[in-house]
Structure formats: C-alpha cells, structure tokens
C-alpha cells in the first residue's frame, strides 16, 4: 500500500510557517503500521497542486493532502480535486448547519464566504470539524488507469487537523482501506552510546531474528539513539518483544524509555515513585533545564525550585559558591560545578541537585577552556560528582546536549539508588 | 528560476524527526528574492532518492538536497547522484585532513567507515563543514536534456546545514548560479493586533503603492502577525522603504521589530543600549522566560539570575511572597505576581523584574481560575504592574504564549522610559 502526503500552501514553501503535518501524520501511521513513501509541499496555484496531485494518483493508492479547504482564495484544494475526478460539487446540509452554528456559538455575523467550505464533492465522504469549519473529506476513485485509489483531504490547521484524523480519518483508513495484519512496532530510546557502537552491537545480537523477519531502525539525535524494532506477519508481536528484551539485556541501563517517553518524564516518574525531590542551578543551560523538567504535568510534586545564576555574583549570593573558587577556579570549573550543586540541594533542602556551568558561546572561550567547555555536577545527600563534557556547537543546540547529558547524569545516579 | 528541495531520510516519512529544513531554506531564499517551487521528501532507499532526483532535474534549474552524506549505510545521497550523473568519486585530501582533525581534536579514534565523507564527485565544489565532518557538495550538470542544471547537497544536521548554507551555498548561489536583480523585501513584526485588523488597514493605507507593484503577505502565529513586504525591479528597495515607513507610522509601537529579531533580542538590545538590568521570577513558565533571554548571546551583560519558584516555600523563601497574601488571594493572583515581581527585583538588585504565576494545566483549574489563566508583574524601581492573561492551550504552547505577553509587557515599559 503506497501512501502519499501532499501539503498545500505558499507559506510552507516560504517558509513562514513550520510543516509539523509530515512529522506528525508520518508517525501516526508508522505507528499503526502504514508507510507514507514521500511527502510534497506545493504552493497555492491550482497549476502545482493539480500536477502533485495527478502525479500522487498514477503511483500511490492512498493520497493524502493537507489545508486548501478553507473559506479564501487561496484555499483550492477540493475544487481542484473534484475537478480532477469529474466530480460535481452539492451543499451539504449537515456542514451547512454546523458552519452556521460555529458563527451562532460565537455570536459573529457569518459572512459569505465561509459557505463555500459546505461544498462536498459527489460520493466524498465528510468528516466533520470539530475544531473548525471546513470539514476533512474521503473519497474512493477509479478514474486513474482503473486502479482503485483512496483520497483523504484534512484540514490545514494542526488543531484541526490532529482530531479530525484520530477521531474519523484513522476508523476510515482501517475499516475502509487497508488494515496492516500482525503489524508490531515498539521503539527503545538509548542514551550514552554512539550510533555506530548501537548498531554494530545489535546485529550481532538480533541477527537470529532479522532472519525471521524483524526489521531495526536507527534515529540518532544528539546524545540519544532510537531503536525502532518491527514484525509483520504472525506472530509479530511475539518477534518484537524478544528483540525488545535482548535489546534491554544488551544495553541495560542506557536505555532511558519506551516509544514517547523522554529523559525529563522519566526522571519526573522516577523521582515521583521514590517520593524525592530536585532542584536546578544553571548558569549557561539558563532555566532549560527547569524549563524542560516544568513540562513533564505533576513535575510540581518533584520540583520545588530551581535558580539560573548567570553571574558570580548570583553564585555566591544564591549559591554560596566561595569568592575564593571562583578567583583560583574560574565560574567554569569543576570546583564551582560542585559548590553549586551542594549549595543549591542545601538551600532548597532537596533530595538532589543539578549543577551546569559553562561555555555557551558564540564567545567567551579561551584556549585553556574553549567554547562548548561544561561542567555538570549531581549533589545527592550523601555526595557530589561533578564531569566535564564538550559540545562545541552553536548556542541552543549547546543547551540542548548539555541538558541531556545532565539529565543522563542524574538518572544514572538515581539508578544506582543513592540518595 | 526553478527551485526544488529534496530532503532524503526515512526518519522524516516514518515521524521521527521533524523537517526543519524546509521552512529554514524556504525562507533564506524567499528572502533573498528565491522561490522554491516544490518541497519533497522521501526515504533513504535507492529507489526513492534516485526517481526523485531524476524527476526534480527534469524540471528544475537548481535542485537542493538535505542528508544522506554521512558516514552510515543510510547515507547514500552522495553516491546516487555521482551515480546519476556519471561522476567518478575522488577522496578529497583536505576533507580528509579535517575528518582526521575532528577526531583529534576529540581525542577519540577514528572508524575506518567515516572516510567515505572524503569521497567527492568529479567536479563537485566542496563545502567544507566547519560544525561536523560530511561536506556539503555543490555541482553544475548539463547531461539532463541539455539543459544546465545546478545541484546543492547540503549535509542533514540543522546545525551542520545552517552555517554551511549561509556561509558558502548562498554565496555560490548568488555569484555562480543566479542572482535576483532589484529584488526587495523585508519583514515586520508586529504584536498586539489581530491578523485581519493588520490586513483591513493596511490594505486601505498602501493600496497606492500596491498599484505601484507592492507584494504584501501576512502570517499570523500565536500573538504575532508578521508583514512581510516585496518589490520587485527598478526602484524595488525604495518602493519597499516606503511602505515600511507607512507600515511603522500606523502601527507604531505594535511593531517590535524587522526580519528575524525576536522579543527577547529586542529586550536584551534595549536594556544594553539602556545599561539596565533584568531578573525574572518564574512559576508556571518554569524556566523559560530565562532560557528565551539566554538564548541570546550577550544577555549575561543585562541578566544577572532568575528565579524558578514552583512551590508556594519557594516563593516565599526566595522572594519574600507574605504567606499571608498566599492564603487570601491564593499563588495564582494579581497580589501573588506583584509581590513576586517586587521581590525578584529587590533582592536580584536589578533595574527591572518580571513575574508569571499561572495554571499551565492539563489539571490544576477551578471555577474562578481555570486552567490557561495567569497573571503576569512587571516591576521598575517606581512601581508595579500585574497583567491578566488567558491562555487555554495545551501546556507548551501555553508558556510559550504566556512568555510572549511578559515579554511584550516588558517591553511596552522599556518603551515608555520608566525605571
């Protein structure tokens, strides 16, 4: 089963606006079993969503297109697709009803144009918007070389669109279209071993398994590799999870979770479960590590406070970091590291602490200590570990590895059970 | 001049990695008078990339790749389009050179397998990558129907791309492929107004230079309408000026700023020029608002410390909250956010403070304060001011719009001179 994604609209091609759509749908359907095997973007003119669209028919059986279903001139998408299917479009009621109603509910007049999203092509089936106007729409065609293709059109939106395709498009897809049979698919998120080592290792050790069908794929990020482990057929989910359980015999405590879960959720759930507390001092991590723990929901029974000291001063006066290690140490030292994480865990009287001090860049570097120099220090009541890392990259990326490998530090520690 | 991006990598079709690329590319070159007709991605098997490429030299003038030059058997870019094109492969001496100094410089031993990131087409210009080890490739064909074709391959990282392509392809792209003539454009950022309010009175105060051949296009995110102005030919950059002046007349403060500036450059860049001094005091944005402000380089000069107080001890222990004003009026409250912002300032001894408590959700609401609300305090050595915001989105994106309204709040007080 082929599966195309064409996304509509100039700003995309622009670059005004981000196209979360691929990412989001993509994942959707990997998850579920279904591959899309490319994605375009196309501007608004009727000339370049026609030709992706043709194009999409005369390979793929599923096509799937996002936006151009709204009220203005440039939202072309289904009459340009009735069109192209000779299909005649009728108002339909139902959506009729539920757009005069969106306006009645927010009590503004309805002007005009919005009356043209009501218009449903012949034999479209219509998926009402719950979060919007313009509804989703599904077709089945044979026109194109009498293949039988399948047609899903959603609204551009992502608040539109992300309900619209779990609630109705997804029932349509398998009830409809295609269900994938014994189709099982489980990710491991591993942190702390390169991506090269990862893969070397695992084919060694799944090799039995890949010749019974199992399928392993690697995402590198920074600091992290994902392993995406998949079955199809009988018995997949049995394949699956013994490649699962010797992938976590294999690399033990690197890996961090399961499918979604990233490292500030599981360090939230493991704090949470052992009923202990953290705090943050950051200096060139500046509130990202309090920023990442803050959007795990319930951190608040976890984390009671956290402190971004950009300047000595603020290490001494918040800290309790001596004058004197800063003056024989410098702020960015394994010293100063550690005297931040115990002052920080004994003022706000935690359970842990996480220290970073360091280089952020584009500046500031010196030979001794180059741009991308940090030191990260866990304090747990018993004792303090402070390591030294180098990610000499530009300034969020240099945030972001640090933070993982703070994070990283602080749940091998946690691991271990101290504290 | 037509402009097509392939972003190759099964990792973007399966949902594993957000596509970034094409907004960052799409808008370098939108900016500089390029438009990119046609985004694609597809996975990193033969097939796909191979038909891709083909079908883009077809009908394209320049054709951008993204990823696939790296050192793993999914790297296979490179070798496809040498393949396709004819061109023998040749290892580089000085890529060499810099992939053997890339592991020295880490001191860590280097595999044999990343040597194939030294193979260079015959031919090819060499983009050296001064943030990771694969060089970018940038090439000149006419063996497709005759007609001269110009290919860009740029490496997959965002933070090996970006660099690269704003250091050496656009160059290259300006000077050895096209250059627009009296292309015009720049972007304003505005904040306060609706996108159709910005739209109604703008149209009615440039339609005579719209006649004139003035482009305008909007884009509204949360918060934020941008207004983005183009002109073409003779008198472009003028034309454009005009407008922009207009632009800046009418909506005076609401615009904060031009092209890529951001509300926490524009904040850091005033209190700089201002020699004035800021500190924030955080609970339900929970380190952001100091991580957006440390993500600009030079903020240390104007951001000594912030504060993350989750919990009502911490506000009260490190702010000097009264209990008193906890119990009566509750954390989330007008009473809350002043105290908070006055003793943030106090005790960080700055110029300025800002303070957000809120309810981020998903759970956490009532009645009278439902989840989405916050209150946001701005504090000068004169006075205070508490905001009322209702934000009722999903959490992140509920920080990031309560960020927004602090920043632009602080703003508006910069602007006036107060402090």
Avoid at 189 to 211: F, M, N, W
Wanted: charged share 25%; aromatic share 6%.
């Amino acid at each position: 089963m082929q599966i195309e994604l064409i996304n509509t609209g100039s700003e995309l091609l622009l670059g005004r606006v981000l196209n979360t759509h691929q990412q989001w749908i993509g994942r959707r359907l990997a998850d579920l079993g279904y591959e899309v095997a490319r994605q375009i973007a196309v501007p608004d003119t009727g000339d370049a969503i026609r030709q992706a669209v043709a194009e999409a028919l005369s390979r793929s059986d599923l096509i799937i297109t996002t936006g151009g279903l709204g009220p203005t001139s440039d939202d072309r998408t289904r009459d340009l697709i009735a069109e192209l299917l000779n299909r005649s479009l009728t108002e339909n009621i139902d959506v009729m009803r539920h757009i005069t109603g969106f306006f009645k509910r927010r009590n503004r007049p309805m002007p005009d144009s919005v009356k043209v999203q009501a218009l449903i092509p012949e034999g479209a089936k219509v998926l009402m918007n719950q979060c919007g106007m313009a509804p989703g729409l599904a077709m089945t065609d044979s026109s194109f070389g009498n293949k039988k293709r399948f047609l899903l059109m959603l609204p551009g939106p992502p608040s539109e669109l992300r309900p619209m395709f779990d609630q109705q498009a997804l029932p349509w897809l398998q009830d409809d279209v295609f269900r994938p049979v014994g189709f099982a698919c489980r990710t491991l998120r591993s942190t702390g071993i390169g991506e090269s080592r990862v893969e070397e290792q695992l084919r060694e050790r799944l090799d039995h398994l890949v010749e019974q069908g199992l399928e392993i794929g690697y995402c590198a990020r920074k600091g992290e590799v994902d392993v995406r482990i998949i079955a199809r057929g009988d018995g997949a989910e049995a394949l699956v999870a013994k490649a699962i359980d010797a992938t976590r015999e294999l690399f033990g405590r690197s890996i961090y979770g399961e499918d979604d879960d990233c490292l500030e959720e599981v360090i939230v759930r493991i704090l949470t479960d052992a009923g202990k507390t953290l705090t943050v001092a950051e200096s060139c991590t500046g509130g990202y590590l309090a920023h990442r723990l803050t959007n795990v929901p319930g951190a608040s029974k976890v984390f009671d406070s956290g402190l971004v000291t950009y300047s000595n001063e603020a290490k001494m006066r918040l800290l309790g970091v001596l004058s004197k290690t800063l003056e024989e140490h410098g702020a960015v030292s394994e010293a100063t590291a550690g005297e931040m994480a115990d002052g920080a865990r004994q003022k706000a009287g935690t359970d842990y602490a996480i220290s970073v001090t360091g280089i952020a860049g584009p500046t500031g570097g010196t030979a001794e200590k180059p741009v991308g120099t940090a030191f990260i220090g866990v304090a747990t009541r018993e004792s303090t570990t402070v390591l030294k890392c180098f990610n000499p990259v530009e300034r969020e990326s240099f945030k972001h590895m640090t933070s993982q490998q703070a994070f990283e530090m602080l749940r091998r520690e946690l691991l271990r059970g101290g504290g």
